[in-house]
């Protein structure tokens, strides 16, 4: 059974930092082209970061420079690192896992960005 779960979420003040991991269980995770992706209150889910599976990187203009994903094909991991946090990062996190056979998402992390 195919399973993501994500965690690391919070409330953390403006210009402060967040990892976020998400583990992954009963997929070909290694084949696997992995991303983050958030939804604001009142808005519709957005691309935030995407890694494929021979470790290109991918970012949304609002966070390049200030997040960073990466994966651990040994741990069935990736991870969301989350630095320079602004207000409006203020949003469930999803993260999700694309195979050719299928597409799978977590049930989301919230992170909540304010002083």
């Known amino acids: 059974q195919a399973q993501l779960v994500e965690s690391g979420g919070g409330l953390v003040q403006p210009g402060g930092s967040l990892r976020l991991p998400c583990a992954a269980s009963?997929?070909?995770?290694?084949?696997?082209?992995l991303g983050w992706f958030r939804q604001a209150p009142g808005k519709q889910r957005e691309f935030v970061a995407g890694?494929?599976?021979?470790?290109?990187?991918y970012y949304a203009n609002s966070v390049q420079g200030r997040f960073t994903i990466s994966r651990d094909n040994a741990q069935n991991t990736v991870y969301l690192q989350m630095n320079s946090l602004k207000p409006e990062d203020t949003a469930v996190y999803y993260c999700?896992?694309?195979?050719?056979?299928?597409?799978?998402w977590g049930q989301g992390t919230q992170v909540t960005v304010s002083s």
């Open positions: 999700n896992a694309a195979l050719p056979s299928n597409d799978y």
């Open positions: 009963g997929i070909r995770f290694s084949a696997a082209r």
């Open positions: 890694i494929d599976n021979t470790g290109n990187t």
